[in-house]
């Protein structure tokens, strides 16, 4: 079953405002990486959580791993238009590094 | 260019005939993967390959096949096609950790779009 969740699923915004986007696993996760996909494309690669109670910043996104290295967010501040697309987390469980698992995705709709 | 070639890039096949979707990475990457995208599924992982001649089932393995004879190459084959294999694919590769922990980040190829009639 799934072992990565994601909610919301979808999140409609007006340009400015903020966004966040959570993931949940139902393990412990060795690592949480972040991908944006946009629409008809590929999913590209944002960045990567290591240790528990991680924040990275990229501009105006902000990633976070949970201390206990279950959960992890993606929080954009005034999102503008070119934030459209949809953003994957994705993780190894702790025991088992050779498979990778993405969460649902969340699929961000911004209206200028 | 650091790239993840696939193709083809569009498919329309008929049930029951053997295809191969061609997977080619130029960054000397360890670990591919293939993954199958459906709405509201989100992306699952159907086989991957830690190295050559190394592969093994991820979540969804059921009616494909992979080989990876060559370090570069990883292609995806569908023996005998059925309509709930149509789909939208996508071959990843990345560098495994050194201590052989895990991935640095994928880099997906553009993906290959497959309606199997």
């Known amino acids: 079953g799934q072992q990565v969740m994601q909610i919301p699923q979808y999140q409609h915004v007006q340009e400015g405002e903020d966004f966040t986007t959570y993931c949940n696993s139902s393990?412990?996760?060795?690592?949480i990486q972040w991908y944006k996909q946009r629409p008809g494309g590929h999913p590209v690669f944002l960045i990567q959580?290591?240790?528990?109670?991680e924040v990275k910043k990229q501009k105006r996104l902000t990633f976070q791993f949970g201390e206990a290295k279950k959960n992890s967010s993606l929080h954009i501040t005034a999102t503008q238009t070119t934030d459209v697309g949809t953003y994957f987390c994705?993780?190894?469980?702790?025991?088992?590094?050779?498979?990778?698992?993405f969460g649902s995705g969340t699929k961000l709709n911004v209206k200028p | 260019e650091a790239q993840v070639t696939q193709n083809p890039r569009y498919l329309i096949t008929v049930t029951g005939k053997k295809l191969t979707v061609t997977c080619s990475q130029n960054?000397?990457?360890?670990?591919m993967s293939w993954y199958r995208q459906d709405p509201g599924l989100g992306l699952r992982q159907i086989y991957y390959?830690?190295?050559?001649?190394?592969?093994d089932k991820g979540d969804v393995p059921e009616g494909y096949k992979v080989s990876r004879k060559e370090k570069r190459n990883f292609p995806l084959i569908l023996e005998s096609p059925s309509p709930n294999q149509t789909s939208l694919y996508f071959c990843?590769?990345?560098?495994?950790?050194?201590?052989?922990?895990?991935?640095?980040?994928?880099?997906f190829g553009s993906g290959t779009r497959l309606t199997v009639v």
């Open positions: 990843a590769s990345s560098l495994l950790s050194p201590e052989g922990r895990g991935l640095y980040g994928y880099t």
């Open positions: 393990t412990t996760l060795s690592n």
């Open positions: 959580l290591v240790k528990s109670g």
């Open positions: 994705a993780g190894h469980q702790i025991y088992n590094f050779n498979k990778f698992y």
């Open positions: 960054m000397n990457h360890e670990y």
């Open positions: 390959s830690m190295n050559v001649e190394v592969t």
